[in-house]
């Protein structure tokens, strides 16, 4: 009688079956892959990845804080002053003195950046319609919110370690 060997199949290891149905796994998947898909893009505006997410949170003729940025973007303020001086560097935005407390530094976007910034918003909206339409209808809804909520808890969370 011959001894039937267990499958070594990786596909069928329980690792394998944690790993495929891991949202871990997915998360970053989907993660990466937006981001370098995204970095493409902005490659087109000569923008990179953040740089958008920034310009997006300033609304043109509006002063907003460092700290106020830092808070929406989910990142230390120094980040987000590396990101503005390359920035400024690019004319996008300007810092400004704080019209009451002139040691809180506050951010504008200039013209040119007021035009980035449209531009930004019609690549996130051809990437969401490019998204949007390879799932159906039916389940967008549901994928959304999964997705809010996740996004949601991850922040909340994250906000507690920082």
Known sequence: MSQTQ?????????????EDGSM??????ISKSTRAFLSLLLMEIDLHPGQDQLLA?????????????ADQLSVRPSTVSKMLDRLMEKNLV??????????RTMVMLTPAGETVRGRVNAL????????????????????LTA?????ELLTAKLRRLR
């Open 147 to 151: 997705l809010r909520e996740a996004d």
């Open 24 to 29: 871990v796994q997915h998360l970053l998947s």
């Open 94 to 103: 300007e810092r400004t003195a704080h019209s009451h407390d002139a040691r």
């Open 57 to 69: 949170r300033v609304e043109p003729g509006v002063p907003v804080s460092v700290s106020a940025l």
């Open 6 to 18: 267990p499958s070594t199949s990786a596909a069928s290891s329980p690792a394998a079956q944690v």
């Open 124 to 143: 996130w909206e051809k990437l969401e319609g490019d998204l949007a339409s390879a799932v159906a209808p039916g389940r967008r809804d549901d994928l």
